[in-house]
């Protein structure tokens, strides 16, 4: 008979027992039979062995002792109640430091882990590829650093939720990616990861979610992305990619989000969006040209659209009116000119429009303070929070209405020829943060009224 013990352990190993340990772990790989012994649970060893590489600020894991049989009482682990094997480990904003160990490598019955929001360090363990029947891992919100091991997408049959968001991480996305075909999730943002994107990512079909955002990739984004009928999320932002959107993007007849922000892509919108029913459209800080088209008012479930920071030319089509769901309009930074379009009062449910920096004249409209409310006549509330006019050729009178605007906390119409003098209404707006009149030709005596804003602080 075998009889093995353990000495008492305090909450940091020393060299000693951690030796004692991983000698445990090999004894097992040898002699399976041992493993019937319930003091050498291989869960409760692999967790024992994790945790040593540990710093637990906050005792979130004192539960964890090797005096324990079973893990399945302890703190963030889940079990299979049949086999009794440790299927889950969540350990989400614990301010955990540390390394991720081998010792997670023998939960050969995990499913889920994640360890998001801590200080983990180190790098990524090819270990944890080991862990064949893994369907969720979210690393995202640490310190993690080093490339993505190629190593890690070679046993991914059972993988579809992949975050390692918000690291340190560096390198090259490994083309082993590509084997991952049960992928629905993947989300590699606000890295520090470079190149291209690998020839066969389209091969993922299953993806709902792919968000690459805020790294340093490179280069045009490939045809052949039609594939992914299933995308709903596309946030390619923050990058470098460059050339023309892809024509065939049209084929993500699924996709709600799309998010090309601030990259180099030049050229027109591909007319192939128009398929595809966007909530949220973004394009914004790139080299984008040509007129708005006017198939952008097909895009009815439209809440949130944002071509600022390109070359957009030409007016803003009267289409634009038939966005009836749209809530955010940001066409600023850009070349466009005429005036602003009488439909668009039609978007009754707009909150924040930033028509800055651009070519704008002629008078500002009444009916823009009272939007959300069909008209503007007196008693009507408009649902405006957020107007920027600045850096235009609007001219005439600021309307009296603009004190419709009881939502209004931030309106800027500086850099215009607005006169002659500033209207008393103004001085309705109680929730008014930020005020810019500058560089007009307001002329006479400021409102006394204004001292009624008393939420301004600019």
């Given at each position: 008979?075998?009889?093995?013990?353990?000495?008492?352990?305090?909450?940091?190993?020393?060299?000693l027992?951690l030796?004692?340990l991983?000698f445990?772990?090999?004894?097992?790989?040898?002699?399976?039979?041992?493993?019937?012994?319930?003091?050498?649970?291989d869960?409760?060893?692999?967790?024992?062995v994790?945790k040593?590489?540990l710093?637990?600020p906050?005792?979130?894991l004192?539960?964890?002792t090797?005096?324990?049989?079973?893990?399945?009482n302890?703190?963030g682990?889940?079990?299979?109640?049949?086999?009794?094997?440790?299927?889950?480990l969540?350990?989400?904003?614990?301010a955990?430091?540390?390394?991720?160990?081998?010792g997670?490598?023998?939960?050969?019955?995990?499913?889920?882990l994640?360890?998001a929001?801590?200080?983990?360090?180190?790098?990524?363990?090819a270990?944890?590829?080991?862990?064949?029947t893994l369907?969720i891992?979210?690393?995202?919100?640490?310190q993690?650093?080093g490339?993505?091991?190629?190593?890690?997408?070679?046993r991914?049959?059972?993988?579809?939720?992949?975050?390692l968001g918000?690291n340190?991480?560096q390198g090259?996305?490994?083309?082993?990616?590509?084997s991952?075909?049960?992928l629905?999730?993947l989300?590699?943002?606000?890295?520090?990861?470079?190149?291209?994107l690998?020839?066969?990512i389209?091969?993922l079909?299953?993806?709902?979610?792919?968000?690459?955002s805020g790294n340093?990739?490179?280069g045009?984004v490939?045809?052949?992305?039609k594939?992914?009928?299933?995308l709903?999320t596309?946030d390619?932002?923050?990058?470098?990619?460059?050339g023309?959107?892809?024509d065939d993007?049209?084929?993500?007849?699924?996709?709600?989000?799309?998010?090309?922000?601030?990259?180099v892509?030049?050229?027109?919108?591909?007319s192939s969006?128009q398929?595809i029913n966007?909530t949220?459209?973004?394009?914004?800080?790139?080299?984008l040209?040509?007129?708005?088209?006017?198939?952008?008012?097909d895009?009815?479930?439209?809440d949130?659209?944002?071509f600022?920071s390109?070359?957009?030319?030409g007016?803003?089509p009267?289409?634009?009116?038939?966005?009836?769901a749209?809530?955010t309009?940001?066409?600023?930074?850009n070349?466009?000119?005429?005036?602003?379009?009488?439909s668009?009062k039609n978007?009754?449910?707009?909150?924040?429009?930033?028509?800055s920096?651009n070519?704008?004249?002629g008078?500002?409209?009444?009916?823009i303070?009272s939007?959300?409310?069909?008209?503007s006549?007196s008693?009507?509330?408009?649902?405006?929070?957020?107007?920027?006019?600045?850096?235009?050729g609007f001219s005439?009178?600021?309307?009296?209405?603009?004190?419709?605007s009881?939502?209004?906390g931030l309106?800027?119409?500086?850099?215009?020829?607005?006169?002659?003098s500033?209207?008393?209404?103004?001085?309705?707006?109680?929730?008014?943060?930020?005020?810019?009149l500058?560089k007009?030709?307001?002329?006479?005596?400021?409102?006394?009224s204004l001292?009624?804003?008393?939420?301004l602080?600019?």
């Amino acid at each position: 008979m075998v009889i093995v013990t353990f000495s008492t352990m305090g909450t940091i190993l020393n060299t000693l027992e951690l030796f004692l340990l991983f000698f445990l772990l090999g004894v097992l790989a040898v002699h399976p039979a041992i493993s019937a012994v319930p003091s050498l649970n291989d869960d409760v060893l692999g967790l024992i062995v994790f945790k040593a590489d540990l710093h637990d600020p906050s005792s979130a894991l004192t539960t964890w002792t090797e005096d324990d049989d079973s893990a399945c009482n302890w703190a963030g682990v889940t079990c299979d109640p049949r086999t009794g094997r440790v299927t889950e480990l969540v350990l989400d904003g614990l301010a955990l430091n540390g390394k991720i160990g081998r010792g997670l490598s023998r939960l050969q019955s995990l499913r889920r882990l994640s360890l998001a929001r801590n200080n983990l360090t180190g790098t990524i363990s090819a270990h944890l590829a080991i862990i064949e029947t893994l369907k969720i891992i979210d690393l995202s919100e640490n310190q993690l650093s080093g490339t993505i091991p190629s190593e890690f997408f070679e046993r991914c049959a059972s993988l579809e939720v992949l975050s390692l968001g918000h690291n340190a991480l560096q390198g090259q996305i490994p083309a082993s990616l590509s084997s991952c075909l049960t992928l629905t999730v993947l989300n590699f943002s606000s890295n520090s990861l470079s190149g291209g994107l690998p020839d066969r990512i389209w091969s993922l079909t299953a993806l709902r979610t792919l968000d690459l955002s805020g790294n340093s990739f490179e280069g045009t984004v490939p045809q052949g992305i039609k594939a992914l009928s299933n995308l709903q999320t596309l946030d390619l932002s923050g990058n470098g990619f460059s050339g023309n959107i892809p024509d065939d993007i049209g084929g993500c007849s699924s996709m709600w989000t799309l998010n090309f922000g601030d990259n180099v892509f030049s050229g027109v919108l591909p007319s192939s969006i128009q398929k595809i029913n966007l909530t949220s459209f973004r394009v914004h800080k790139n080299r984008l040209n040509g007129e708005i088209p006017r198939w952008i008012g097909d895009l009815k479930a439209l809440d949130t659209l944002d071509f600022s920071s390109n070359g957009f030319s030409g007016e803003i089509p009267d289409v634009i009116g038939q966005l009836l769901a749209l809530k955010t309009l940001n066409l600023s930074g850009n070349l466009l000119v005429g005036s602003i379009p009488e439909s668009l009062k039609n978007c009754d449910k707009l909150s924040v429009v930033d028509f800055s920096r651009n070519r704008f004249v002629g008078k500002v409209p009444a009916w823009i303070f009272s939007s959300g409310s069909q008209g503007s006549h007196s008693g009507n509330t408009g649902s405006v929070e957020i107007l920027d006019l600045s850096g235009n050729g609007f001219s005439g009178e600021l309307p009296t209405e603009v004190g419709f605007s009881l939502n209004l906390g931030l309106l800027n119409v500086s850099g215009n020829s607005l006169g002659p003098s500033i209207p008393v209404s103004i001085g309705e707006l109680m929730v008014l943060q930020k005020l810019d009149l500058s560089k007009n030709q307001f002329g006479g005596n400021i409102p006394s009224s204004l001292g009624k804003c008393s939420s301004l602080t600019t």
